[in-house]
């Protein structure tokens, strides 16, 4: 436990001096939610679909850093030296999801305050809205964890967002209601987190409380569990 | 604990790597309390040697053992230190805060930490840069940085991957002073360099060749078998007979 949060601490040192990025992970939602409300000034779009974006930008986000950043660790040398160090093959993986969850939290506040302020209206609990946004964001980096196992460059690191994450977005119920699909896509999209975790927003949009949504907020937690252990498993102490 | 009074035992290593076999069948034992010199051309295994040593090295077959342990264990973890060819550590941290990292993963609590980091930073002469992120300082000054993240544990055993490339005379000499000093100490050194001249700073030389043992010697001896005046040529004379000798080589130097 202590070598996690010692690893959670070194990882946010890391992300704390690179100032550019951190200013990137918060500012960057709060310009594209910007874009949308302007847009849409006036309808109830941003109170719609607002939610789904909050949840969905950090996903994404936090997909792409952490993935680049155990491969830079692979790539470096540090992990192989790690590997030789008591750390646990669970601390590794856990100090970066404490880590990049703490941003997460950040991110998910600073982004959902924002909506607030260009107009966004949920009828459902707010608190509720930053959760679930926090849970995508932890979601996000965990199966950048788990997916940067895969990738053996920065090409292909970089592609595992588009090969895991567009799937889930095509077949999440953002581009077309889950009932009117194709039946092998909607059961598909049964099995991918991001549709729990749009459905969790779509809902909380439309007025939903705690125990309306505690179903699909249940599932995320699993994938992200999920995700962890694949992460784990993954990660090799010796290598060729 | 069976340790026959050696830090490292190796018998019938074989690594495959790159689907080439790397290694085939070496025999080889690092005393402990001595400064071994791995030495050989690039590409004669030494680097692929040492990552069997500190257990990171997949497809091996045959018997490593370290600090009578199978290595790789566990409880080798907080007891070799590992010291990668390219500078292994956090270039967007300060000095300081490596080393805190890498003293608090051997196990030191947060107290003794910074003594301990105070304390490699001056074996390794980067007093003054504590505060300096890594990024910004000299390849040598790094790859002192990353020796220093494996001193601060302070390990019975440590296995240095070519530690002086690149550092100045002075350096080198103060470097292979403190390597004497830590196995004066009773702690165990394996350190790899493929220039020769530094044979001559070890207690006892191991030349590594196409993945086999080509001498398993000491300074003097080096030198007063070959008839060479420096280890250099010593090393040459060594390899020529060897080849000489046909494909198998080792047995005679042994």
Redesign the interface.
Known sequence: MTLTLTTAARVLAQIRFDRRTVALIIVLPCLLLGLIAWMFDGTPVLDQFGPMLVGLFPLIVMFLVTSVATLRERQSGTLERLMTTPLGKGDFVAGYALAFAGLALVQALVVVGFALLVGMDVAGPLWLVVVVALLDAVLGSCLGLAASALARSEFQAVQMMPAIIFPQLITCGLLMPRDEMPQVLEWLSRVFPLTYAVEAMQDLAAGAEWPDVAGAVGVIALFIVGAVTLGVATLRRRTA | MVNNGGAVRVRGLDV???GREVIAGLDVDVPTGQVVGLLGPSGSGKTTLMRAI??????TRGEVTVLGEPA?S?GL??R?????Q????????TVV?NLR??A????LPAAGADAAVARAVDTVDLAGHEKQ?VGTLSGGERSRVSLA?ALV?DPELLVLDEPTVGLDPVLRRDLWRTFRGLAADGRSLLVSSHVMDEATQCGRLLLLRRGELVADTTPDELLAETGAPDAERAFLALIDRSEAAGTTTGEESR
């Open positions: 495959e790597r790159g500190v257990g990171v090295q997949d497809r790789g566990p973890r907080r070799v230190g590992y010291v990668t390219a500078a292994s550590v956090y270039t967007d941290l805060q990292y890498f608090r993963l051997a196990g992120r993240a544990g």
